[in-house]
T-cell receptor, first 114, second 115 residues
Framework: EPEVTQTPSHQVTQMGQEVILRCVPI?????FYWYRQILGQKVEFLVSFYNNEISEKSEIFDDQFSVERPDGSNFTLKIRSTKLEDSAMYFCASSELGIGEKLFFGSGTQLSVL | AQTVTQSQPEMSVQEAETVTLSCTYDTSENNYYLFWYKQPPSRQMILVIRQEAYKQQNATENRFSVNFQKAAKSFSLKISDSQLGDTAMYFCALKGGGGADGLTFGKGTHLIIQP
């Protein structure tokens, strides 16, 4: 079965540094998402992306966050100046179509901000 | 705003037993979708089952089935003949009618299958 690939699997950074989390969605998928999960808590929606622009974003997705699809295969999440509370598992997901379609999740990037 | 509530933080059953995980939700959408995701210790999110709100028939995937009560806004997951590999966090999730809408997740139920 096709997979969503995320790199790196673990990222450690210092507070105030910029990080870029990378994702390769499934090739024929059109909708892309970022979610995060703080340890022990529920998974939270950050942003969705369709047709080369943000479709929806949550309150968490403030000006410190940005997403980009720099080429035909990668989908990135940038955190401009990391805070301690950004420490979480970040999941990328994609779906072929939108409404009700199965979301395929990547294995996640564990971000630790020190 | 959409909400998803899972009232059972943890459940434990013996192998081969049947277990039901509960989920209630709230949405103002008429067209929506409900999901159960499994998160094993590896923390990967794996889709277990999906239900379309406009379909009255309950979804079934092998040992997994749902009891979808639309009027009550309830969406429980039944696991039959539970196996050790079913041990995981289970999240109920809701997706609204928009194509790019994000999933709203519940807080999860930690299911432990005892040998």
């Amino acid at each position: 079965e096709p997979e969503v690939t995320q790199t790196p699997s673990h990222q450690v950074t210092q507070m105030g540094q910029e990080v870029i989390l990378r994702c390769v969605p499934i090739s024929n998928h059109l909708y892309f998402y970022w979610y995060r999960q703080i340890l022990g808590q529920k998974v939270e929606f950050l942003v969705s992306f369709y047709n080369n622009e943000i479709s929806e974003k949550s309150e968490i997705f403030d000006d410190q966050f940005s997403v980009e699809r720099p080429d035909g295969s990668n989908f990135t999440l940038k955190i401009r100046s990391t805070k301690l509370e950004d420490s979480a598992m970040y999941f990328c997901a994609s779906s072929e179509l939108g409404i009700g379609e199965k979301l395929f999740f990547g294995s996640g990037t564990q971000l630790s901000v020190l | 705003a959409q909400t998803v509530t899972q009232s059972q933080p943890e459940m434990s059953v013996q192998e081969a037993e049947t277990v039901t995980l509960s989920c209630t939700y709230d949405t103002s959408e008429n067209n929506y979708y409900l999901f159960w995701y499994k998160q094993p210790p590896s923390r990967q999110m794996i889709l277990v089952i999906r239900q379309e709100a406009y379909k009255q028939q309950n979804a079934t995937e092998n040992r997994f089935s749902v009891n979808f009560q639309k009027a009550a806004k309830s969406f429980s997951l039944k696991i039959s003949d539970s196996q050790l590999g079913d041990t995981a966090m289970y999240f109920c999730a809701l997706k609204g009618g928009g194509g790019a809408d994000g999933l709203t997740f519940g807080k999860g139920t930690h299911l432990i299958i005892q040998p």
